[in-house]
């Protein structure tokens, strides 16, 4: 079945270090890759995507890499400041067009802390 | 600030009662999908709705409705609470979903519900 995990609960990191999160996916038909950052109180908020035909996609300060031989998504932040202090969520989406081939599967989230 | 809204933010229902909470979908968005997010753990699908129906949709109960206008906006009605559907609700809006053109879910504040 679908399912999508974190390796990692929490990750704690020294300002100006960077960053890497970690998510492991079991279905190897999904295309669409996201991952969202959730601040207290907030919806999750877009950070960058990537297809299954990709492998590395970078954005400002981050990257995302895909391994579907293993099945592994990480997210990389350079330069971690402590406004990227939050709850990460990674989520795949199944093949399809109709009958929920557009919902996104979460995994429970990584909170990453920033220490000064 | 993504375009998306919901409301209300908060709220507070006792076991049995209905609850109607109302999303507007971001410019340019005609398909939403509602989650419920317990606290502590990445959303849950409920369902999404597309063209004014229902396109898919996850685990949930039956007294889990829907409904999407026109405008796109949308309503998610829920029937005869109970305790454990204290959460956070998001609804995430998108373009035309599966074709990977712009599917890209961005989501809303959120509104707290809570059951007692």
């Known amino acids: 079945g679908e399912s999508v995990g974190l390796h990692l609960p929490t990750l704690s990191v020294q300002e100006g270090d960077n960053s890497i999160i970690n998510c492991a996916y079991s279905?190897?038909?999904?295309?669409?890759f996201i991952w969202y950052k959730q601040e207290s109180g907030k919806g999750p908020q877009f950070i960058i995507d990537?297809?299954?035909?990709?492998d590395k996609r970078q954005g400002q300060r981050v990257t995302v890499l895909l391994n579907k031989t293993v099945k592994h998504l990480s997210l990389q932040i350079a330069a971690t400041q402590p406004g990227d202090s939050a709850v990460y969520f990674c989520?795949?989406?199944?093949?399809?067009?109709?009958?929920?081939?557009?919902?996104?599967?979460f995994g429970t989230g990584t909170q990453l802390k920033v220490e000064l | 600030e993504t375009g998306v809204t919901q409301s209300p933010t908060h709220l507070i229902k006792t076991r049995g009662q209905q609850v109607t909470l109302r999303c507007s979908s971001q410019?340019?968005?005609?398909?939403v999908s509602w989650y419920q997010q317990a606290l502590g753990q990445g959303p849950q699908f409920i369902f999404q709705?597309?063209?004014?129906?229902?396109?898919g949709r996850g685990n949930f109960p039956p007294r889990f409705s829907g409904l999407q206008f026109p405008n796109y906006s949308s309503e998610l009605n829920v029937n005869a609470l109970l305790l454990g559907d204290s959460a956070l609700y998001l609804c995430a809006s998108s373009s035309i979903p599966g074709t990977g053109v712009k599917e890209t879910q961005y989501f809303g504040p959120g509104t707290r519900l809570l059951v007692l």
């Open positions: 989520a795949e989406k199944g093949p399809g067009r109709t009958g929920g081939g557009n919902k996104l599967t």
């Open positions: 709705y597309y063209r004014e129906e229902e396109n």
């Open positions: 990537i297809r299954s035909n990709m």
């Open positions: 410019s340019g968005h005609n398909t």
């Open positions: 279905n190897s038909a999904s295309d669409y």
